[in-house]
């Protein structure tokens, strides 16, 4: 059970731990383009702000005097935005408006923040190094003007605050009056991970994810133990039920319940295979009590010729007594010699395929029966040739037509017909008769008793089906109608 556990654990942690690491990859996916998505929004709203505050009033001085314009744009269009910075091309100062996304005041006089030997930043190689920018191109009268824009990317190659990144800049607004650049508004805005509203669902939402994975863990441990238990006691029961199919005399086996659709086919099959056993146990019981019968009857018939020759009741020399004992001989010899026959066919894996031709092959098969019977018998051949091992198949055409013999020793209704499809030989012989009802003419000795008043050793047909077994075919025998039995053997091309 313990290695069935952590078999268990380590497949139901894995999908786990992949499940959440795709989630993790597509929620940083996604978090990725939407942040780039809302600082796009937040930087468009500025400018579009900052283009309806352009007016001649508010341009008046901005050339002479930066602190007009940190009045003119100390208000943000929305929330979304928590800061400004001013650089001037100019005169090379600066100002701050505003807070960092995280909260803290931007240093408002680079100059006195030099002064004071505080550390100013330079962009680093994680941080960006270009942004959007919206140039205002102002052309300036004193009483009118226009503005066309011009949006490009610019390069950040100068000192931020210390506390200021670069990644923390949206975009840009560059003015120019009448041809002079006179400066760059920076927008600085939050991101969802800073923005409030937006940060306590992404937070929340991480939280869940990460508290998720020892969850997760407790969970798997829970299901492993629970599937490990319930299939560690199925894996005992196949076990118990295998071991008791090899005791003969077992009782009827009983399965657990259980909801596992697999397990349930796996219980199935032992049943089945459990019947097939019993079956074969009984077939094997009454195989050895009929071979054991088909034996001693011309052993028996043996015995008592001899002791009557040796108690003097008959005479070695009579002609009858000499034809019993070669006849009886000669049926204990066909039996044993079967026996042996059926048994090497049990045995043997592979046959020797060759390309048949379907007329010698007639012709080998027919030699081997009475001219009497072949004279009249009706053969039917639409196969030119086939393949297949030539020794057994004719051993197994003649075992049926000696059985057709049996019912009709003329041959005058026997017919024999070979034909084929485009996969499959097929050979059909019917004869006159009926068949006994109740018996697997195939299963070795089945047909007891009813063999020796018939004659033969009754392991004719069970020769037969081996034969064609090797084959990879299959043999049949049938009652047409109520006169007409038909024996089929087939067998892939």
Known sequence: MKRLFFTSLITIVSITIIIILIVGVSLSFRYGKVEKQWREEAYNDYISYLSSQLTPEKVIGIETSPSSLRVNLQSFPNDRITGLFFHSSMNSTSFAIGKTPQGFSIASDLDSAAKQNRALIKISQQEQTEVTDTLFDITFNGSSMSVDTIVDKVQLDFVLPDNLSSNDIAGSATFRINGTVFGSVFVITHTPMTYSYSSAVISGAITVLLWSIPFALIVSLVIAWIYSYKNTKMVSSIKASLQALTNPSHEKLTFPKNSIPFIAQIFDSIGELDDTLSQNQRNRSEWLRTISHDLNTPVASLKITLEGIQDKVFSPDDPKVIATLCEETSVLEKRIQSIIEFSRLQTLKTIDIEEISSESFISEVTNLLPAKFTSNLVITCHADSFRGDRRLLQRACYELLKNCMAADSNGENT???????????????????????????????????????????????????????????????????????????????
């Open 415 to 493: 017919i024999w017909s070979i034909d084929s499809d485009e996969s499959t030989i097929i050979m059909k012989f019917s004869n006159p008769g009926k068949l006994a009802g109740n018996i697997d003419f195939f299963e070795p000795w089945s047909r007891g008793d009813w063999s020796r008043e018939e004659g033969g050793s009754g392991m004719g047909l069970p020769i037969i089906s081996r034969i064609i077994a090797l084959h990879h075919g299959k043999a049949t025998l049938l009652q047409n109608n109520q006169d007409t039995v038909t024996a089929t053997i087939f067998w892939p091309l």
